[in-house]
């Protein structure tokens, strides 16, 4: 983690988040905003590993800013740092694309250590969260469960999109990824849109998930 964009509106606190993601990783640089058309200026303007985003903006929606990473940048990990605990935010917030949800109640070092796991490619949740997301998976039945099995084995991936899912599952960057293969970044971005395309996935959380499905990576 090289660079950091913090979108939230109020100044202790986009301070706090700072040293919370510096907490994680010390050599992080970053850039902070209170706006969302600030936010969008950035995402176009610089390149960023780690977004932290408030939900509740004055000019709008954060949700904006986690699609516009995941849409100019998607190597980019968005991690939403909100209040809202309810399936109304949560959900259109991992539709969009973003790669963890953590609440503001916790204590500053239970976020730097879930922030810490990304490292090994685990998406930071706050307990309520996964709870909730376990909750909503649970629900959909078993009809639900057949059809995704179903699909999963009708996309076939090839041999090196398998290497990439495998890799962007377990938390790599598009540069290490790229470096790894000896390919620019513009043709790993390339395989990465392919695998989301080929799967149905808007966001690496649903693409670890995916690749623990298939066997990829330990779930």
Do not use: C
């Amino acid at each position: 983690m090289q660079h950091a964009l913090i979108v939230e509106d109020l100044p202790e606190i986009r301070t706090w988040l700072g040293e919370t993601a510096r907490a994680a990783f010390p050599q992080l640089r970053v850039t902070a905003v209170s706006r969302r058309d600030e936010a969008l200026v950035a995402v176009r303007q610089q390149s960023f590993d780690l977004a932290l985003v408030d939900l509740g903006l004055p000019d709008g929606s954060g949700i904006d800013v986690v699609r516009a990473l995941r849409q100019h940048q998607p190597s980019a990990l968005p991690v939403v740092v909100t209040i809202y605990d309810d399936d109304d935010h949560l959900f259109p917030a991992l539709q969009a694309g973003a790669f963890g949800y953590l609440l503001k109640e916790q204590p500053q070092d239970t976020l730097v250590a879930q922030l810490l796991r990304m490292s090994q490619g685990e998406p930071p949740l706050s307990p309520p969260i996964a709870r909730r997301v376990l909750g909503h998976f649970a629900g959909a039945g078993q009809r639900q469960i057949r059809l995704v099995q179903q699909l999963e084995e009708e996309v076939r991936l090839t041999d090196r999109e398998t290497e990439v899912l495998q890799r962007v599952a377990k938390g790599y960057t598009m540069p290490e990824i790229a470096l790894q293969f000896g390919l620019s970044r513009h043709t790993i971005a390339d395989y990465i849109k392919q695998i989301y395309r080929k799967l149905n996935v808007s966001s690496r959380a649903e693409a670890a998930l995916e690749a623990a499905r298939r066997g990829l990576v330990n779930p």
